[in-house]
């Protein structure tokens, strides 16, 4: 059983570039959920998805982050004109249900020149 | 408002030795779930232990245990006999029994180094 996918595993833009990051959940697992670690910093709550739906993005960074989990294909997270702030390592988690335990995937490391 | 804190920034030690990372926690839920996570140097998140707040029983799995305690508001994580392949950094982490989001709430997180 295949863990939390997640691609590209690094990825380097310039400032002002778009950043998308990919997110396949375990099998069997409809919740996902993204999370932010800025460097020398914990992990932080960004947004929490369901198959279409966002549930809570009350972590998100109100302007140039979105998310979506479509009825087909991969979690997104997209960033755009990203600056080097959002340089980090983003982590998406899923779970099988909403009180279930989050499993998480190797997270995608994004470097903004 | 939750809140995790793992004082302990790094911890070194010589191989073989236990070690116990400490975690305490805030909340003003009487219902929750406590984690701990490791991050290896490789970079991703291995899921250790999940605790109800209901279950106070300390848990034992190989050379690992964990000591909850929720007079104190802590639950400790104890290596026996560490090894190399301990290194890592390890977080603990809260959420409430959600009602909405299950957001997890981490520390900081703790860089363990197991010198051979």
Redesign the interface.
């Known amino acids: 059983n295949a863990g939390v996918m997640q691609n590209p595993r690094h990825l380097v833009r310039r400032r002002g570039q778009e950043a998308r990051l990919r997110c396949s959940p375990m099998k069997g697992h409809s919740h996902v959920y993204w999370y932010r670690q800025l460097p020398e910093e914990g992990l932080k709550f960004m947004v929490y998805l369901q198959k279409e739906n966002i549930i809570d993005e009350s972590g998100m960074p109100k302007e140039r982050f979105s998310a979506e989990f479509p009825k087909e294909g991969p979690s997104i997270l997209r960033i755009q004109q990203v600056v080097r702030g959002d340089s980090a390592a983003y982590f998406c988690a899923s779970s099988r249900d909403l009180q279930e335990t989050q499993y998480f995937g190797p997270g995608t490391r994004l470097l903004v020149l | 408002a939750q809140k995790v804190t793992q004082a302990q920034t790094e911890i070194s030690v010589v191989e073989k030795e236990d070690v116990t990372l400490d975690c305490v926690y805030e909340t003003r839920d009487t219902t929750y779930y406590l984690?701990w996570?490791k991050q290896p140097p490789?970079?991703?998140?291995?899921?250790l232990i999940?605790r109800n707040s209901f279950d106070e029983q300390n848990e034992i799995s190989g050379r690992y245990s964990w000591n909850f305690q929720k007079s104190t508001s802590s639950f400790n994580f104890t290596i026996t006999a560490s090894q190399v392949v301990d290194s890592a950094v390890y977080?603990c982490?809260l959420s409430d029994?959600?009602q909405?989001?299950?957001?997890?709430?981490?520390?900081?997180?703790t860089r363990l180094t197991i010198n051979p």
């Open positions: 984690f996570y490789s970079g991703e998140l291995v899921f999940r977080f982490a029994v959600p909405g989001a299950q957001k997890l709430v981490f520390g900081q997180g």
